[in-house]
């Protein structure tokens, strides 16, 4: 005979099955509310995969420096998330290349539809190109029609998926995507500093007669995906060979964009400018984010570094104080001390502690509020072609050598940047740097980019921001100028190109000199700091020493800030732990129709496309953004 449970059973069967329905219901309410960050873009990563992994912390640390909020999630919660009822419509996912190749079916058919339904979505290469076990989809990738694309066709292409190619663009997308003068050149331009090919420069379409260049003489290819000519999508980028490199398609109620690059890759290899750029364009083009500017009040800022590698520096640069050029803001005045310059005894060098012409001008230099640094290692072109990853134990006597007679030079204060002779820099000499609290320094690599945390590998330099150069092809300084034979009227119209990148855009960049270079580009280059001058008087553009914008970067790291729906408005929070002060956030008005400040104190500012919202004083910002209907 079967015996009735006790009213203690049942209570206890009872309290079971509700902590039961209670930790489901729970666990749907935490994935929809991790799958519905509002206000964030969503990058997508295996689940296998810690939230702190190196190659998840390339995206967030990109996303920080740029002011995108970003926000890693495994792909399982967010599709558990979405199949709790996360909003569509609020959905801005990133599917990035090299560590997540490997998606499910389910998980593809999820962000299609979502997609579908209203979201955004951006694919990077082989991002979501294998199936969860390593194989391809038969016939053209997944992806392919929400992305208006045939791309990933293994059938077709097999080992020969991917071509090596340059890249070509209009101008206005280049700088849209960050991309500045000179790290994207013209045809004309292409040809005479590159090594791409004239057949490689006549193309059809007008529309893409910019090509995406190195710091080389020769042109810079890069991995792509073969796809189709399609007509569909709208093109930003395209291979010489004609296939997509980006482009974005609208798909239902939502837009999905393709990004045919390597991102992930070519940032740990020290050319992040594309994962950079392609981030904040998703942000801003089409999921329309606010963004954190990386620039102090939101203002333009150039980066004056001048390598001083020798003796004959100082005259020339007795030159260019007579001319007025180091009467101009704050810059940052690097300096190679030893005696010699190609080797041991050819008496070629500054000579630094034993030259009193020297001395009196980094004084001058001094007076004037420009910062004083070190230019590597003791023997300029010495150390330039001989230092190595290996030699550390010989070479850094020199680095010793030198920043002993720049810090007497610079009144005891230890210099706190550093530019590398020749451009070399062995992994060795970021320890140094690190040892000797160097907060920025110069850098070959990236070029173009505003200042960065560098990483190489997946290794990241934290301890100080690098400063990449901006080159023009093979150009940098104004003495590779005249190794290419360029009129000074070709280098300047560069630099005023620069001038007026560096004020649309808002950011920070590097231009540097050699003394006896500018004095030889007088002309060019006196044109380009008044010009930048006449932008400063005007409030839209100021001069920074690397220490400066490097201190200014560090604090802005600290800013905490999140955007919350409230009603028909957002609400944007930001606090800091010490001051809020000359923070400032770009609100897109293609989105809000107005800020409103409700705590804290800040200007707002209106222009073409957007709202500037620059802080004052105080921990903590709260403003209310009215959202278009």
Not at 88 to 101: G, L, S
Not at 289 to 316: C, E, M, Y
Not at 538 to 562: G, H, K, N, Y
Request: net charge negative; aromatic share 10%.
């Amino acid at each position: 005979m079967t015996k009735s449970l006790s009213w203690k059973q049942w209570l206890a069967a009872s309290v079971a099955v509700l902590c039961v329905l209670a930790a489901i219901a729970w666990h749907q309410m935490s994935s929809r509310h991790a799958s519905e960050r509002y206000g964030s873009l969503t990058l997508l990563i295996p689940d296998s995969m810690a939230m702190d992994a190196p190659e998840v912390s390339i995206w967030t640390q990109a996303a920080a420096e740029r002011g995108v909020l970003l926000t890693p999630l495994s792909i399982s919660t967010w599709m558990r998330g979405v199949n709790y009822g996360a909003k569509a419509a609020q959905q801005a996912v990133i599917i990035p290349d090299t560590f997540h190749r490997r998606i499910s079916d389910a998980a593809a058919q999820t962000l299609m539809d979502v997609v579908h339904a209203g979201g955004k979505a951006m694919v990077v290469q082989d991002g979501g190109l294998l199936d969860e076990r390593g194989y391809y989809s038969p016939g053209q990738a997944r992806f392919s029609a929400m992305l208006g694309v045939r791309y990933g066709d293994y059938d077709q292409y097999k080992e020969n998926l991917s071509d090596y190619d340059e890249i070509m663009g209009s101008a206005s997308t280049m700088e849209a995507l960050g991309i500045p003068p000179g790290r994207y050149l013209n045809a004309k331009a292409a040809a005479s500093l590159t090594s791409i090919a004239a057949s490689d420069l006549a193309r059809a379409n007008p529309e893409f007669d910019s090509f995406v260049a190195g710091y080389t003489k020769d042109s810079q290819r890069f991995a792509v995906l073969k796809t189709d000519r399609p007509a569909t999508p709208r093109i930003l980028l395209q291979s010489a060979d004609g296939n997509v490199v980006a482009s974005i398609h609208r798909w239902g109620q939502g837009e999905a964009m393709f990004v045919n690059l390597p991102l992930t890759y070519l940032l740990e290899r020290t050319d992040g400018i594309f994962l950079h750029g392609f981030l904040a364009y998703f942000s801003s083009e089409m999921v329309r984010q606010p963004s954190l500017l990386a620039t102090p009040d939101g203002i333009g800022a150039l980066v004056l570094n001048w390598h001083n590698d020798d003796r004959k520096a100082i005259g020339f640069l007795h030159t260019l104080q007579d001319e007025g050029i180091f009467d101009h803001g704050h810059q940052s005045m690097h300096f190679t001390a030893g005696p010699d310059v190609n080797r041991e005894g050819d008496g070629l060098g500054m000579d630094l502690d034993h030259n009193p012409d020297a001395q009196e001008m980094v004084q001058k230099l001094r007076s004037q509020g420009h910062t004083i640094g070190n230019h590597g290692g003791w023997i300029h072109n010495y150390f330039g072609a001989n230092a190595n990853d290996s030699n550390g134990d010989d070479f850094e006597q020199y680095l010793d050598l030198n920043n002993q007679a720049v810090t007497k030079a610079n009144g005891g204060q230890e210099p706190k940047e550093y530019s590398a002779p020749t451009g070399n820099q062995p992994l060795w000499v970021y320890d140094w740097m690190s040892a000797h609290g160097v907060k920025a320094y110069y850098t070959s690599g990236s070029v173009g980019m505003p200042p960065t945390r560098l990483w190489l590998g997946f290794r990241q330099v934290a301890d100080a921001w690098a400063f990449p150069v901006l080159t023009y092809g093979q150009v940098a300084s104004a003495e590779e100028a005249s190794f290419q034979h360029m009129s000074v009227d070709e280098f300047g119209q560069w630099l005023q190109q620069l001038a007026r990148f560096i004020e649309q855009t808002r950011t920070i960049r590097l231009s540097y000199f050699h003394p006896i270079g500018a004095v030889s580009y007088l002309p060019a280059v006196k044109a380009y700091i008044e010009t930048m001058q006449g932008c400063a008087d005007r409030a839209q553009c100021q001069f920074i020493s690397m220490t400066e914008a490097a201190d200014f970067l560090s604090s802005r790291a600290q800013v905490q800030w999140s955007l919350q729906e409230q009603g028909d408005d957002d609400v944007l929070t930001a606090s800091h732990p010490q001051s809020l002060a000359s923070m400032a956030w770009s609100i897109p008005k293609a989105r809000y129709s107005g800020v409103q400040i409700q705590s804290g104190e800040a200007n707002v500012q209106g222009t073409d496309q957007t709202w500037l919202v620059r802080a004052k004083a105080g921990q903590q910002l709260i403003m209310v953004l009215h959202r278009r209907p």
